[in-house]
């Protein structure tokens, strides 16, 4: 870890200021992400502002209905909130699945949106990446990529984003909230992340300087058929090979709205439209869950380590479309 | 009432105030995690003043502030473990992967390893130095050490600090990803063995005392765990 | 004997664990420590071309930096097993070589960790790259030479002239593969090196093998051994990785005599998945031929792992087949290859935790191929003797681990059927699998001092890195002195103290307790006591502080006469939720045969510890290198997947069989490795019972299973 100045930012006019004065400074909210790659020199910030203890903590509901989460609620307070719990159930159970108690509770909502790939080859100053240095080129496209992406990567980059609550931010139409110095600006979960192009050094569509303020959940009424499903090499604490965000909107016999977004899968967290829009009007049965997750499929690009997660991904796409149709829960 | 305690259903409260008190007897009072609502403000001051180089900082442990001169980039980890002899916090990985630098930070579980000393400024930190009295050990240390949740005790602490935390989690009302219904948090009388695991796997142990851990929760929420010893099938007698 | 011996008992360490009180080797807190940092190669092969250390020189804090071109000075040690061992034969820093990724290329000292760390990603190296060999598949494969003696080709009865003309009704060949693991203990590796006057030394370093340390690190630094000395109190797991110095630790001791300061060097997360040993990959073919009733008339077994260039480790897979069933015609062949890795070392079971994962896949589809209940066509062929010793093992009860197993797990309920059992959408299976390790002892001693303060102290430089030693010594000792376990005071761990031998080869207690036993008898003879109590009042009527005996304990002709293992078989259940290849495994039962159980508490712990090891192996452990530059990919705890809570079911564990007096007067045989032998099998077994798909190569992660 490089040396840094570090300061304790009083407002957020005082943190955006320094950061977008600063080209080198870095905000710190919980730092389990940020401490973490600190250490093994992928971040060399010339200064660090903590903007952990700033007036962004605080959940409450708009008076559009929506729900608003101050960038600093930590992992854990979202997971427990009771509208949370009771509204948006699989945002819940995605904040749960990820990472382990102690880093939910470190892990704040707007830290959770601007972690980095946990790519091994990016992980490790030891390889290129072109993530890290631009036009050093990318080991993991013939290396081992076993965990990397299968949809919308590009030559520059394999790498997936490893966030569980993004998947289902973007299953709900969440919006993130950022400030900079030009003031206030809202950005649709699903452009806030971006697929890596030529430019897989920038993860999202933030300005330099720009700060998250808050994430705002607009209401769901079919949001009990909510399902987050992870699978993985291990049980728990440990990141997504695929995982998938679903909830099913039925009227009559009827698919009349249908969310479906997928993790573990790309440089952003994907939401599979086509899939959504063929389902509905249609039935909520498994053959039409298996034609959905064939077509938020076709356009998979496997690498020589990865082609399961394509049939995991259709499978936790029929499951999770099954649990949801039967009203939700635990799949 | 406190603000998040009103966002508590009426049963969570009671089942809060009860188990708290019946708990945490014999152990060292721990403050409760805020769990609704991340921490409040605290009292060290925002001061935007730059800090370069070492500087003087001041850390509540255990109930007794420490100063101590530091680089910002100094984790919490390290300036327990190297600046103030507190060697009882142990560094796995230093990387947010293994669960033995567990402390507690006004009274919720956090991985000492993936934090900076210098944000720590003004909270409560209690390691496991801090959770035994002279007399006593916490009831969570006692039920580790009858229901065998160690060997070579390097993962110990850290996961007795994240039992100790369990326990205010659940009197909390907290859920977890395998709980069924969100809405309708376990209670600790009732905690299954697959929510203790999933709430547990943040600290891993290599040795693998798993089922010992698991009993020593169990044994610490008010349950009765299996014996951890084996079965004797045959005369050892000779 | 029976008054503590064979209970439940809490450890004696134990207070020390929960409260943080135990402190571990680099914990020891000394005034004027300075903080090495390693630097590591990022390449696989080739040299180093160019190193530039002014940048790092240069940054704030920095005491010193070694590289290739000023190591410390160093001798050679002897480096046999006898007197001194290193782990990796090229001493570090010895030249601009590299031999594999993450080899140590350097050591920066400064004043903190944090300045450590930073300058020694300062140091500038150009390599000059070769091509690297680390795919283990396409290795140069060379019959193996032996590593203790015993030749690791075999051939019996037709083998030995040709090969074997199978006419039997089923005949099983397949082809099993394990990857990579690591030990991953919780405490990395670390240490303190602190010299007095140029010329004596203290290591705190976590070591299995004190005594050994001690000699070793005497020879590489140049001194007899009486002047270093070693202090491993607690050790945070090792599993065979903390036996031998390590090139770090070499660097370590002798770095900080030329700096003249207290050093500590810890080794990271990342860099110990490189430089600090491994199991390494396996690939094993077996050929079982049987006739119809399933008694065996050949057993093939070929196995295949790989070393590194510095260093030659076999990982030892046909140990087991002699061992398991009985059989005229036996042949064994053990293949070696080099490859540019770290080098593999003993890891749990050495050999026979692949070797039973071969051998007790290749037993269970012999029995669905035969239709023959797997247990029972273990019976049939189960070997009353060694069959490359030629002798008889004794107190064997192999047989009621099997059908003790069975009752306890229920198994007569099972379907012999694949795909049978449901339990709503989930796919249940049923496996079993056979478990076995050898019992092993040494030439150890142990002092025991009676107290006038009416306690008793054992001493002896063994040491319990989890494994229970602390409270079975002391246990022993009370029931031979007829004290209280409270008022046994043991220390371990210290170099200063007599030679307690290696904690490997499970076999720390089975050499430890019966010298522990000889010393506490000897001391009553010393006094001319019955009892401690009797002795404690002959101190008071005499004014003498203590009595002190020391006493030794080592094998005899017993191995001689008999052929020592211990068995055990493991029952498990697991659920397949076949749709989404989700794995569970929701119930185990294992049963042990180790001779006598000292502490039913902290034995039941040992097997357990070994059972989830396995699992950890059979569903998620794998290390893998990037193909082209032979870097590691996986190499931290996030990378390298082992079992969290979530993944364990309650484990219930039963022991079977008498104490083995023949082995030992304490008829101990040790159980901190037997528990991971079959577990990956009965693991592989339930998946197919369940689905009706075998899977061969470890571990099964839900790829495999789409
Ligand atoms: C071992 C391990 C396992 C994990 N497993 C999972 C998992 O399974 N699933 C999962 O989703 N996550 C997982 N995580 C990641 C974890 O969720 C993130 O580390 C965490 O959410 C980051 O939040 P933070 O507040 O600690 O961010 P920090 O570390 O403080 O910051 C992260 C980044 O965000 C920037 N930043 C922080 N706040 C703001 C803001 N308000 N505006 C703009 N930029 C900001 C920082 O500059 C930094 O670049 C795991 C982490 C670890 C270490
Ligand atoms: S040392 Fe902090 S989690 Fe491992
Ligand atoms: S007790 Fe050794 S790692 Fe948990």
Not at chain 1, 166 to 189: C, F, N, T, Y
Not at chain 1, 195 to 207: F, K, S, W, Y
Not at chain 3, 151 to 179: H, I, K, L, P, Q
């Amino acid at each position: 870890m490089k040396n840094f100045t570090y300061v304790r930012a009083n407002s957020i006019e005082d943190a955006v200021s320094r950061a977008t004065s600063d080209r080198q400074a870095m905000f710190i909210a919980g730092g389990t992400n940020l401490v973490d790659r600190l250490k093994v020199f992928l971040d060399e910030p010339s200064q660090l502002v903590d903007v952990s203890r700033l007036e962004m903590k605080q959940i409450e509901r708009t008076n559009t209905g929506s729900l608003k989460i101050g960038a600093l609620v930590t992992n854990t307070a979202l997971a427990n909130h009771i509208e949370v719990r009771r509204n948006y159930p699989l945002l819940s159970r995605a904040v749960l699945a990820g990472a382990s108690q102690q880093i939910r509770n470190m892990a704040t909502v707007g830290g959770n949106l601007m972690q980095r790939t946990r790519c091994p080859y990016y992980y490790d100053t030891a390889f290129p990446c072109n993530k890290r240095q631009q036009n050093t080129g990318c080991p993991a496209t013939t290396g081992m990529n076993r965990t990397h992406a299968i949809l919308g990567a590009s030559e520059s980059c394999v790498a997936t984003n490893p966030s569980d609550m993004s998947v289902a931010l973007a299953a709900i139409d969440a919006v993130v909230e950022v400030e900079g110095v030009q003031g206030k600006r809202e950005i649709p979960l699903i452009d806030f992340h971006r697929l890596p192009g030529n430019n897989p050094e920038r993860d999202t569509n933030l300005e330099p300087g720009e700060l998250i303020t808050a994430v705002i959940l607009p209401p769901l009424s079919f949001s009990q058929s909510g399902v987050y499903l992870k699978l993985r090499d291990r049980a728990s604490y440990a990141f997504a090979l695929v995982s998938v965000a679903t909830a099913l909107e039925v009227a009559g016999d009827k698919i009349k709205t249908a969310r479906v977004a997928l993790g573990g899968v790309a440089h952003k967290p994907w939401r599979a439209m086509e899939a959504e829009e063929f389902l509905i009007g249609k039935a909520a049965n498994k053959s039409n869950f298996e034609q959905a997750a064939e077509i938020a499929l076709q356009d998979a690009q496997p690498l020589a380590h990865n082609g399961f997660k394509v049939e995991l991904s259709k499978r936790a796409i029929r499951r999770a479309l099954a649990v949801s149709a039967q009203g939700g829960g635990l799949a | 009432m406190t603000e998040e305690e009103q966002k508590l259903s009426p049963k969570q409260r009671s089942r809060r105030n009860f188990l708290g008190q019946s708990l945490f007897t014999a152990g060292a009072a721990i403050a409760a995690p805020s769990l609704l609502n991340s921490c409040q403000n605290k009292t060290v001051s925002a001061s935007n003043a730059l800090v370069e180089g070492e500087t003087m900082i001041g850390l509540k442990i255990n109930g007794q502030l420490k100063t101590l001169n530091i680089e910002p980039r100094v984790t919490l980890l390290d300036a327990l473990r190297e600046n103030l002899g507190l060697t009882g916090s142990k560094k796995g990985c230093d990387h947010g992967q293994c669960g033995a630098c567990t402390v507690l930070i006004d009274g919720q579980r956090a991985y000492s390893c993936l934090t900076l000393a210098i944000m720590q400024e003004g909270n409560e930190i209690t390691t496991i130095e801090g959770l035994a009295t002279e007399d006593n050990l916490h009831p969570v240390q006692t039920a580790f050490l009858e229901n065998d949740g160690f060997q070579c005790g390097y993962c110990t602490p850290g996961q007795i600090c994240a039992s100790v935390a369990l326990l205010e989690e659940v009197n909390n009302g907290s859920v977890s990803y395998v709980t069924r219904d969100l809405t309708n948090p376990p209670e600790l009388a009732s905690l299954s063995e697959s929510e203790i695991k999933e709430r547990m796997s943040g600290n891993l142990c290599r040795c693998s005392a798993y089922n010992g851990i698991v009993a020593a929760v169990q044994q610490a929420a008010g349950q009765t765990p299996p014996s951890p010893a084996a079965s004797i099938e045959h005369s050892q007698v000779g | 004997m029976n008054q503590v011996i064979g209970k439940s008992v809490n450890r004696k360490d134990g207070r020390a664990k929960v409260t943080g009180e135990a402190t571990y080797g680099a914990e020891h807190q000394i005034q004027g420590l300075v903080h090495g940092y390693l630097v590591t190669a990022t390449i696989a092969k080739g040299s180093i071309r160019t190193i530039d250390t002014q940048k790092a020189e240069a940054t704030p804090g920095v005491i010193a930096v070694f590289t290739h071109k000023n190591p410390p000075k160093v001798f050679k040690p002897t480096n046999n097993w006898m007197t001194s061992k290193i782990y990796e034969a090229r001493l570090p820093l010895s030249d601009n070589t590299i031999h594999y990724a993450g080899q140590i290329v350097g050591l920066v000292v400064a004043d903190t960790f944090e300045r450590a760390r930073d300058a020694a990603q300062q140091i500038q190296i150009e390599y000059e790259t070769q091509p690297v060999e680390v795919n283990a598949q396409q290795a140069n494969y060379q019959k193996a030479k032996s590593m203790f003696g015993e030749d690791m080709e075999y051939v019996a009865g037709e083998f030995e002239t040709g090969d074997f003309s199978a006419v039997d009704t089923a005949t099983v060949e397949a082809t099993y593969t394990t990857e990579v693991e690591i030990h991953a203990p919780m405490e990395p590796h670390a240490l303190v090196a602190h010299w007095e006057n140029n010329d004596s030394v203290t290591i705190y370093e976590p070591t299995q093998w004190v005594k050994g340390s001690q000699r070793t690190y005497a020879e590489l630094v140049g001194l007899p051994p009486e002047r270093v000395r070693i202090v491993s109190p607690y050790i945070g797991g090792g599993f065979g990785c903390k036996a031998f110095p390590w090139p770090h630790g070499i660097l370590c001791v002798t770095a900080a005599k030329e700096i003249k300061r207290p050093l500590k060097v810890v080794v990271s997360r990342r860099q110990m998945t490189a430089n600090t040993g491994h199991r390494s990959h396996t690939e094993q073919t077996i050929r079982l031929a049987a006739n119809k009733e399933g008694k065996l008339s050949a057993i093939e077994h070929t196995a295949k792992s790989c070393t590194s260039p510095v260093d030659v480790f076999t990982e030892p897979c046909t140990g087991i087949t002699p061992v398991m069933y009985t059989t005229p015609n036996m042949k064994l062949k053990q293949e070696l290859a080099v490859l540019n890795v770290g080098t593999p070392t003993f890891m749990r079971a050495p050999g026979e935790n692949p070797g039973m994962f071969a051998l007790e896949s290749a037993m269970d589809e012999l029995a669905w191929e035969l239709n023959i209940d797997p247990i029972e066509l273990r019976l049939r062929n189960e070997t009353k003797e060694h069959q490359r010793k030629k002798l008889p093992f004794s107190a064997k009860h192999f047989a009621e681990c099997l059908t003790t197993g069975a009752e306890k797990f229920g198994w007569s309920d099972r379907q012999m059927q694949p795909r049978s059992q449901q339990q709503g959408d989930l796919l249940v299976g049923w496996g079993m699998a056979s478990a076995t390790f050898p019992a092993l002892r040494s030439s150890v001693e142990a002092k025991v001092r009676l107290l006038d303060d009416g306690t008793a102290h054992v001493l002896t430089a063994g040491n319990d890195m989890g494994t229970g030693a602390y409270t079975v010594i002391a246990m022993t000792a009370a029931e031979t002195l007829g004290l209280p376990v409270e008022n046994i005071r043991v220390e371990l761990g210290d170099s200063m103290l007599p030679n307690g031998g290696l904690a490997g080869g499970s076999q720390m207690t089975a050499s430890l307790t019966p010298a522990v036993l000889a010393a506490c008898q000897s001391v009553l003879e010393t006094a001319q006591a019955q009892n401690a109590q009797e002795a404690f009042a002959k101190l008071r009527e005499s004014g003498r502080a203590a009595y002190e005996a020391t006493a030794s304990s080592a094998p005899g002709e017993e191995g001689k006469k008999f052929a020592f293992n211990s068995w055990g078989a493991h029952f498990c259940e697991v659920t397949v939720d076949e749709e989404i290849a989700r794995l569970r495994i929701t119930r185990w039962v294992s049963v042990m045969n180790i001779g006598r159980v000292l502490n039913s508490k902290t034995a039941a712990s040992q097997i357990r510890g070994g059972v989830i090891m396995g699992i950890g192996q059979a569903l998620m452990e794998e290390c893998h290198l990037d193909p082209t530059t032979g870097y590691p990919v996986v190499y931290d705890l996030a990378t390298y997947h082992f079992p969290a809570h979530a993944d364990i079911p309650r484990i219930e564990v039963s022991f079977v069989g008498e104490p083995d007096l023949d082995f030992n007067p304490m008829g101990v045989r040790g159980c901190g490795e037997i528990g991971i032998t079959g577990v990956a099998a009965a693991v592989t077994n339930a998946v197919y019972h369940a689905t009706g798909k075998r899977i061969r190569s470890l571990p099964i992660t839900p790829d495999k299973l789409l």
